[in-house]
């Protein structure tokens, strides 16, 4: 198992749809990707559709994040994300800024 380098900050970008379709496939790359940095960026402004699997999935990263003392800051919001966040009324739990690309504003 490979430790975090002190301070070590990773951008993971998020193509895919985040529904029950994909969510067994990213759950693992998401939270091997945490176990690697101290700090794991997420770039969603790609993602098309979350369902209430993708929402699971994120509040699970960040659960994780929380319990190792690391951070997991969604740094884009695509439209279906930031709609998502709202739906759940998850915006402040989740402590981003909701930031979209300015081509969906």
């Known amino acids: 198992m490979a430790s975090a ?3 070590s900050r990773q951008r993971l970008t998020v193509v895919e749809d ?4 994909n969510a067994a ?3 693992p790359l ?3 990707a945490l ?3 101290t700090t794991l960026e997420l770039d969603l402004s790609a993602v098309g559709e979350v369902d209430t699997a993708g929402f699971q999935l994120l509040v699970l990263v960040k659960r994780e994040a929380a319990r190792a003392g690391k951070q997991v800051p969604i ?5 279906a994300v930031h709609e ?3 739906f759940f009324n998850m915006a402040a739990t989740f402590g981003d800024p ?8």
């Open 5 to 7: 380098r002190p301070d």
């Open 18 to 21: 985040m529904t029950i379709y």
């Open 25 to 27: 496939q990213q759950k």
């Open 30 to 32: 998401l939270l091997d």
């Open 35 to 37: 176990q690697k940095c």
């Open 75 to 79: 740094v884009a919001h695509s439209q």
């Open 84 to 86: 998502v966040v709202d």
């Open 98 to 105: 909701l930031l979209m690309p300015a081509r969906e504003r």
